[in-house]
């Protein structure tokens, strides 16, 4: 279980909540079967449909969320596809389990007009010249205009950003590669957020602070996606907004409006 659990992490690039999320799953699933198979000695290749279909039963019985349990039945097909890949086992019994139906939840999303109270906010702050100011508006801006999600945005390196082409390279789940548009807005933003970076990184010792990573603590180390994550909802929060709205409320709202209009309006 330890190899599968580095392979989501290093391999398909996982996010640790995810990768912490399986674990617990597929810890469960072990418990489960030493009771389904009454102590006696099971291995993987020798749980069928059946078991699968009770250990989903169980979860349900004992007030498991529809999303939890479709999730369990994920991590299983995803560690049977990664014993078949690694071990050879040729079966997965949880291929053709049928998952719960889910209810479609649309994500809170920011009108146009939230959108520019909440920039007007951000940049009256960055006016003070504080770097945490500065960096957020940056943070902000980049965020909305390429619709990164949070790790993208943590992983982001100052060698992914080209501000001459105004263009930005996210690396996604599985390590994939995309380029994506910044917008002027974001431009202006990361220039004036680099010349704050470098006032920080500057009277450092050698070997202090993160010199690849773009958005930096004011200690100089990467921003954690917790860390952006936090940023962002004390904006939403200071303007009162916080009910509902997620870090992924912006990547909505940027895909909201790219729907609405063709492009993006900022």
């Known amino acids: 279980m330890a190899e599968f659990l580095t392979f989501l992490a290093k391999e398909r690039n996982d996010s640790p909540h995810t990768v912490k999320a399986y674990g617990r799953d597929l810890a469960l699933f072990t418990v489960f079967c030493d009771e ?12 069928d449909r059946l078991a699968m279909r009770s250990f989903m039963g169980s979860l349900q019985r004992n007030g498991l969320a529809k999303r939890s349990v479709a999730r ?6 995803t560690f049977y596809r990664f014993l078949s ?26 009108d146009r007009s939230q959108v520019e109270e909440l920039f007007r906010f951000a940049e009256t702050l960055a006016q003070s010249g504080e770097f945490q100011g500065v960096r957020d508006l940056a943070l902000l801006e980049t965020l909305y ?9 943590a992983g982001l390196n100052l060698a992914d950003v080209d501000l001459v082409s ?5 690396r996604g789940k599985g390590k994939k590669e995309r380029l994506l548009p910044l917008g002027s807005y974001a431009v202006r933003a990361l220039r004036r957020y680099y010349r704050a970076r470098d006032q920080l990184l500057g009277p450092l010792p050698a070997g202090k602070g993160d010199r ?13 996606p917790r860390s952006i994550q936090a940023i962002v909802r004390r904006y939403f929060a200071a303007l009162g907004r916080e009910r509902g709205l997620t870090t992924h409320s912006l990547r909505h709202s940027f895909a909201t409006h790219l729907l609405d209009a ?5």
């Open 72 to 77: 369990a039945v994920s991590a299983l097909r």
């Open 212 to 224: 690849r990573a773009v958005f930096l603590s004011a200690r100089g180390a990467r921003l954690a």
């Open 262 to 266: 063709g492009a993006d309006l900022r």
């Open 145 to 153: 205009a390429t619709g990164m999600r949070l790790s993208e945005l």
């Open 166 to 170: 105004d263009q930005a390279k996210a």
């Open 36 to 47: 389904y198979y009454g102590g006696a000695a099971w291995t993987w290749a020798g749980v």
């Open 85 to 110: 890949g690694r071990r050879g086992l040729e079966v997965n019994p949880a291929r053709g389990v049928r998952l719960p139906r889910l209810e479609k939840r649309l994500p809170a999303f920011l």
